[in-house]
């Protein structure tokens, strides 16, 4: 049956359609980027322009299912589904899974160059890890399901709303700025460069061993092995083969040491890495708190390529919202400004994340937040909540994404994925 809509042109239609076929309506309009009322009436468009009705769908257990559709095309496809001899909830599941045949999912888009982000900043402890993880876990999420993302809005609305939620002692970002997407589905490598290992056992996987094979080594030019026996993947109930770390080694506490006797030492992480590249969409390195020469490597490693453009690689620089991050800021950026005038290279700026943000502890924390946003070159691109989930997914061992999937940290993860993206 039908319903008059506040719209002049459309009608509110009321049947019913089975759970799964409704979610896989959902999930594929998502991935088109178009609302589902748009398929359905596309669908039912076609379904009607058959000469007969297609294959039957099992529809039991059918739930309500309600939508808006042009007026007059319910009533043409009612009596349609009269002449065909089909229940009108029979004829709305094989419209529905006739639009779904003709707009299957979409290809994941491949990036001609694997990009290349470095999460750094000289100071410790801002969480440099957790944003590397975070970042790539949403990257690598499932394209066929979808996931609560928060909608990139201008952030000088979030910062209005984080100073509300300080006088109210409030943390949890607007819900109404949650919108459920699908995953990018991108093939993901991690890599732990800070020999104190942090990312390495976050994610549960084992640090390697100092008598062994390493990234340092195949840095160093002394490499005991192929860099690729040394990766592991993680969780793959959660990301499908689709995320992979390459654990580090406390042998890289020497690393600055080794790079001071290897030729053109700025680019040996790029020759350790260049052999891994074409396996994966996004390299993501967690560097360590440090400005020497691996961190020069890093940086090189973020420089834009040639047929790169602008903001496709390059640094994320992760600060919190207190004063001695823009000390430490200061002290990176120098260096990397450095680097592009010795060099003569690109290295752009992918953004600021500020973590660990908790707009209870008052003026410091948003005045802080204000000052990072006034930066404007490079822009903020991610704000990312102190709260516990992400400290539960470390003392467990496990991705944050599927250790709390729905989480507010989770949530903004996946908004700086596609803020990046």
């Known amino acids: 049956m039908s319903s008059p809509a506040s719209s002049s042109d459309r009608e509110k239609v009321v049947s019913k359609l089975p759970a799964w076929l409704r979610q896989n309506l959902k999930i594929r309009a998502a991935q ?14 076609d379904w009607c322009g058959l000469a007969s009705a297609t294959a039957t769908i099992d529809t039991a257990g059918a739930d309500p299912f309600s939508t808006f559709l042009p007026t007059g ?8 589904a009269a002449d065909r001899r089909v229940s009108l909830i029979q004829g709305l ?4 899974q006739l639009w779904l045949d003709t707009n299957p999912a979409p290809e994941i888009e491949r990036p001609a160059v ?3 982000f470095i999460v750094c900043n000289q100071k410790g402890g801002v969480g440099k890890t ?5 970042l790539g876990e949403a990257l690598a999420e ?14 000088t609305r979030a910062v209005r709303a984080s100073e509300t939620h300080a006088d109210s002692g409030a943390q949890e970002h607007d819900p109404l700025e949650v919108e459920n997407l699908p995953g990018p589905g991108l093939r993901v490598l991690l890599v732990d460069f800070d020999p104190q290992c942090h990312l390495t056992n976050q994610l549960g996987a084992t640090p390697l061993p100092m008598n062994g094979d390493s990234l340092t080594n195949h840095m160093a030019g002394d490499p005991k092995g192929d860099l690729r026996d040394l990766i592991v993947s993680v969780d793959d109930e959660t990301f499908d083969g689709r995320l992979h770390l390459l654990p580090a080694c406390n042998d890289a506490f020497l690393l600055d040491v080794r790079l001071s006797a290897v030729r053109a030492r700025e680019a040996a992480l790029e020759r350790a890495l260049a052999p891994l590249e074409s396996d994966y969409d996004v390299i993501i390195v967690d560097c360590p708190p440090s400005l020497g020469l691996s961190m020069d490597a890093a940086v090189y490693y973020g420089r834009r390529r040639d047929g790169e453009g602008p903001g496709q690689s390059g640094a ?32 752009d700026y992918l953004g600021i994340v500020v973590n660990l943000y908790d707009s209870r502890r008052g003026y410091i924390a948003t005045s802080s937040l204000q000052g990072w946003v006034d930066i404007k070159d490079p822009r903020v691109v991610g704000l990312i909540g102190d709260l516990k989930e992400q400290k539960e997914a470390v003392r467990v061992k496990r991705p944050l994404l599927s250790y709390a999937p729905k989480s507010q940290q989770a949530v903004g993860m996946r908004a700086l994925a596609r803020e990046v993206l």
């Open 32 to 45: 088109h980027g178009i609302e589902i009322q748009a398929a359905v009436e596309q669908g039912i468009r």
């Open 73 to 80: 095309q319910w009533e043409e496809f009612r009596q349609i």
């Open 93 to 96: 599941a094989q419209a529905v």
């Open 114 to 116: 694997t990009r290349r």
């Open 130 to 134: 957790a944003i590397t993880a975070g």
């Open 142 to 155: 499932d394209p066929g399901r979808l996931h609560p993302v928060r909608v990139a809005k201008a952030l």
């Open 316 to 347: 994320l620089i992760v600060v919190q919202a207190e004063d001695s991050s823009a000390d430490a800021y200061d002290l990176l950026t120098t260096q990397i400004d450095d680097l592009r005038t010795d060099l003569q290279v690109d290295i």
